[in-house]
């Protein structure tokens, strides 16, 4: 989904030609397209590293894990050091959607035990040598309640000491709920991220969730808006974009369609913004990466109006179907007439 | 002969006087063409007798180009028959307006083949395109979290691989730097002229902006904090345990007796846990102290005097090699660290020279304590 990214300095003024800002490198534009925003840039990181952002959201299945493997691609692409954790303890997924679940030897779990270091048990992806995933646990081993918040604490301030630097984003996936894991997770967060969809169950348990954080102490709460049907929200059968945050409140990080190569891409491995030519839901995700780099917010969602226009061929085709319609009520029509 | 006059008549009756107007008109589309029409009519004519006096042996054929007998247009007749006749005269057959018109059937024919063959083409190519882009369910077969001889995947892998040459590695998804590329400034996404519309993928979307203000924020923000009114919980209590005095009870937690993963904070030394988390370097924690109490208990065996016997007696020296054979560099001196080479760097540790160290943690527990 398309949105807009207010410059701090430029006024937000929706589709205008970009007169104003001129773009870094020569931008050969057509007649026909002309993009809106012409930013040739790497988005400048804002705020304190390491940026600790907890993805969570209440309810389960509205695509957290898919959020954090995806943004987390993004950011890393971008050039930015990421460490991804996956903090559900006994039920980890995060490295199944990364294709990297038979990397995993050492979780959280061993760490605590001292059975090996931090270091090792950090898998590095070899795609992106600065994307690293690591597992609280796996699904049989046990980890004490109330411990985890603390354990995970120490994680963090491990990682922001490492001797390779602190990493620029940690990422912690936060399993369904609000019981002990989603304490656990959202202990050393500073930022959170709400992944909701467009059903009302979703939402109350969203609503939930941001009052816990907010009685956490974590502030700045944004939201991703999944598995958004816009041909639903033009027949009303969904609730619009819109709708949600009146109901909830809280800025836009991203708003991603609905897209079943996150299907094709869980089964590959292989997250769906690392696919060329990228899908709608891979694009979504990569503004909703940008937009997190820079601490923004979307200022507009998109709308679907009517349907589009067939292309020549198909015209073309229409054309000589309606000749030949034509002349067959013709042949019939004009006897007729001519009788008469 | 009368009765099938007036067969004809009747079947002719209908397209009587389309015929004649047809005929009108080609007369009119040749004079505007520059052409004389009357040979055309008078032919026509010539035709058409020659098919009404042949139509009582239908079986004949009717030939164009017979010209023997030729009637002079009669325009005055106006006997009905003869009108009829006429009618029948002024409906060409097929082949002969086919030959007539050859440039505009050719046409016809020209674009019927043409869309045929695209449509053949285009069914061909996506039945291409299919083999070339197997499910993606083989790929789970491939990272082995689903069995292959369920789906009998594997002999469909292995088919279209043999014949598309595809290559479960394929390069469809690359992994390449985006490096400045503008995720909102993409090729596919087309900003209409007015400004007003976005073309994305087959579909119109407009721009909505948001109507979220601050202070709508603030309500929101006010209207949770009245609602959700938690603490975070600082203490774990197992159901039946009594609460200390000191200790708020909205912190507390309880934690259900058959819960999955219930155990208690006391088996773990928080302070050690915290110290293997910010451990950077050298041996882990558990498999140096596993390897020290190994360590400590081949010297304890050393010091006792059976080991010195096995030592000494040369005859048990073979079952004392044997007993060692499993771990050839343990014959290394035992002061120095097999865990750690010159270099300092840190070698992963062997199973095989804590056997019983991954297994249990009784052992370890009982090492460690004094």
Redesign the interface.
Known sequence: M????PSPTIQFK????SKTIKPLKPFSSKS???????????PELAGETPRVVVITSGKGGVGKTTTTANVGL?LA???FSVVAIDAD??LRNLD?LL?L??RVNYTVVE??????????ALVRDK??SNFELLCISKPRS??????GG??LT??V??LK???EGSPDFILIDCPAGID?GF?TAITPANEAVLVTTPDITSLRDA??V???L???GIRDIKMVVNRVR?DMIKGEDMMSV?DI??M?????LGVIPEDSEV???T????PLV?????T?AG?AF??AA?RLVEQDS???????????RRGFFSFFGLG?LAVTVGLEVGSVVF?IL??R | MASIWTLQFHSLY??H??SS?VAKLRTEFTLSQGRLSLNRWSTNRKFQLKAVRDSASSNEDQNLESGKVAVAADTKTKDPVAKFQETLISLPPVAFVMKRHTRSSFAIGL?LSTAFLVIVVRAFIVRRSRYNRP???E??VR???LRSDRRDVKHLVTKSAHKCGYLLKSP?????????E??????????G?S??????????????????TKE??T???KR??R??????????LKEGDLIPPDVDPDTV?W?PAN???????N??D?D???N??????GV??????EHEALQKKLEALQNEQKLNKLVIDSSNAKDFERAFKLNPKSEEPLDQNPFVNQSGDLRPPRPDQAPNG?DSNSSSEEMQKP
């Open positions: 398309l949105s807009l990214i929706p589709l205008f030609p026909s397209i002309q993009s809106v925003l012409q930013w040739n840039r790497k993004s692409r971008l050039g303890v006994g199944l294709g679940e038979n760490v605590l035990n001292g059975d090996c270091r931090l270091d090792q795609r992106w046990k980890l004490p309640l109330g411990f603390k354990a120490w994680v301030e491990a000491s490492r001797q002990a304490i609503d939930r941001t009052g816990l907010e009685c956490d816009t819109l945050q009146e909830l409140g809280l800025a836009l299907i094709r891409s089964n590959r491995g292989y690392l696919n060329k030519p990228p709608l694009l990569e503004q940008w979307m200022k507009a969602v998109m709308v679907e109006e009517e349907p589009k000589v006897p001519l009788i | 209908f397209p006087r389309v107007t674009s499910g993606s369910v790929d789970l990272r082995g979290q469809i998804y690359s992994s390449r730097p985006l490096k400045y503008d995720p909102f400034n993409n090729p596919l996404v087309k900003v002229k400004n007003s519309t976005m073309e994305m993928c087959g579909k119109v979307y407009r721009l909505a902006p948001i109507t979220l709508q924020q309500i929101h923000q949770r904090s609602a959700y009114q938690w603490k975070r919980p600082t203490i774990f937690r934690i819960h999955p993963f219930a155990t208690t904070a088996d773990i928080e050690l846990a915290q293997n988390v910010y451990q950077k370097h882990p924690f558990r498999i140096r102290a991954y």
